[in-house]
């Protein structure tokens, strides 16, 4: 599988990003996706995952209420709608493909990464 991340950019704290990962593979109806964000000096976080169906999505906590993701089976796309930018969510921010057929935060879990895109909120 090969994901490839795009979307970022520079925007202003309340603004917005929406983030695509593009997958290939003929299976990507059947994986559960899910977003991690790493910051400068930090480590890698979870953000945001989705289950294959779209029908089951999950959040960390400091993003609910701003971010959305969802999937497109037909397109083999997965997206996450970043709105309400604050400057603590400037990150490299990774798609992923989690290995198992269940929600998950733990990074451990997700056996294909894309490559990443750069978010950056000014304030």
């Known amino acids: 599988v090969q994901l490839q991340a795009y979307g970022g950019g520079l925007v202003q704290a309340g603004g917005f990003l929406r983030l695509s990962c593009a997958a290939s593979?003929?299976?990507?109806?059947?994986?559960?996706m899910g977003w991690f964000r790493q910051a400068p000096g930090k480590e890698r976080e979870f953000v945001s995952a989705?289950?294959?169906?779209?029908?089951?999505?999950r959040y960390t906590d400091s993003v609910k209420g701003r971010f959305t993701i969802s999937r497109d089976n037909v397109k083999n796309t997965v997206y996450l709608q970043m709105n309400f930018l604050e400057p603590e969510d400037t990150a490299v921010y990774y798609c992923?493909?989690?290995?198992?057929?269940?929600?998950?935060?733990?990074?451990?879990?997700?056996?294909?990464w894309g490559q990443g895109t750069l978010v950056t909120v000014s304030s």
């Open positions: 992923a493909v989690s290995s198992i057929v269940a929600i998950t935060t733990a990074a451990r879990y997700y056996a294909y």
């Open positions: 989705i289950s294959a169906s779209g029908v089951i999505t």
């Open positions: 593979g003929r299976t990507f109806s059947s994986y559960f």
